[in-house]
């Protein structure tokens, strides 16, 4: 078994912290990260880079026979919003770099996959309140078409060709080391921005518009034990729900006025509001405990004071 770890998408938002978490864990000299730019400035010492264009079938086996890679991390992706505005180039990056990854696993030149899907799957047709792992699934955004066809790609390769592909429907990721690109629960993240450097924020979902959200801490944890998990304890190959938090606007700004007492907020809906209202307001994540032993631990008081505490330093701190 190769055990070398590419990270493909590594300088978006969960590729950032991923990237590092993996170097980690696993030693600086085992991880790969790659991404379709180079990284803004120098790359540090004793980290390994690569440009990588995810959708160049060629260019991606060649990467992944150059460095003996033996599992994938896939997090390039065109996000909700964006990918509304360039629906077939969403779906050509979404399921093109999916499918050049599956067949590296299916020609036996990659071990282990781990691909993101999304709550985006569920669609107006779903039950809104503790969505089930398994229920009508008739999402209307590009992006959640794309992660849904790419959730039964990926069961397809496990079921045929035995491909060991793992996956997590991720709510809305709240961080602070990198900025999202693109997506409907970003607001929650731009959110703390705006309260820091000017006080006030105009919100483009409605005060009530309740989305399920999840810490980015909570969400690395979940990677990394659904891939360390032994492989009798996974039972589904589509993708796992997991649950961290249900809030709206108005809960979230609420919170922030905790410690930021000026703080206000208006309310300017746009496209993104019917996207929000398609989705869950909760996840049922039954099965994640079950197959993993899967559970959040952060909160909205933690996840707003670890928001508030770090982007005050790094806001407002010069780089140099
Ligand atoms: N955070 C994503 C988005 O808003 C959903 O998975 O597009």
């Known amino acids: 078994m190769k055990s070398k770890t590419l990270v493909i998408g590594a300088s978006g938002q969960i590729g950032t912290e991923l990237t590092h978490q993996l170097r980690v864990l696993y030693g600086f000299d085992q991880v790969i990260a790659t991404d379709i730019q180079p990284p803004v400035g120098e790359i540090p010492e004793g980290e390994l880079f690569d440009v990588l264009d995810a959708t160049d079938g060629d260019a991606v086996r060649a990467c992944v026979e150059k460095h003996q890679i033996g599992t994938v991390y ?13 629906p077939r180039k969403a779906w050509d990056l979404n399921m093109n770099s999916l499918l050049i990854v599956l067949d590296l696993a299916k020609d036996g030149l990659i071990d282990k996959i781990f691909w993101p899907s999304s709550i985006a799957v569920f669609g107006p047709t779903s039950p809104k309140q503790n969505t089930p792992q398994a229920c009508v699934m008739e999402p209307t955004t590009v992006y959640g078409i794309s992660k849904l066809a790419g959730e039964n790609w990926c069961s397809y390769y496990q079921n045929k060709y035995g491909v060991d592909v793992r996956s997590i429907r991720y709510p809305g990721l709240i961080s602070w080391k990198a900025l999202p690109g693109g997506g409907t629960t970003d ?13 006030s924020y105009n919100c483009f979902l409605t005060e009530n518009t309740v ?7 909570d969400a690395l944890r979940a990677t990394l034990e659904l891939m360390h998990a032994d492989l009798s304890d996974v039972n589904q190959f589509k993708a796992y729900n997991i649950a961290g ?11 922030i006025q905790g410690q930021i007492p000026n703080f206000k907020i208006l309310y300017q809906p746009d496209f993104r509001q019917s996207i929000a209202d398609s989705w869950p307001s909760s996840i049922d ?10 559970k959040a631990q952060i909160d909205l008081d933690h996840l707003t004071s670890d928001m508030i505490n770090n982007l005050k330093t790094t806001l407002f701190t010069p780089n140099d």
């Open 187 to 199: 607001y929650a993240i731009a959110i703390f921005h705006e309260a820091l450097k000017t006080g």
């Open 211 to 217: 989305l399920p959200m999840m810490h980015m801490d």
């Open 74 to 86: 896939l997090l390039a992706a065109m996000l909700s919003a964006t990918a509304e505005k360039a």
């Open 285 to 294: 994540d039954s099965e994640a405990a079950q197959d993993w032993k899967w």
């Open 245 to 255: 938090l249900s809030f709206s606007p108005k809960d979230l700004s609420k919170n």
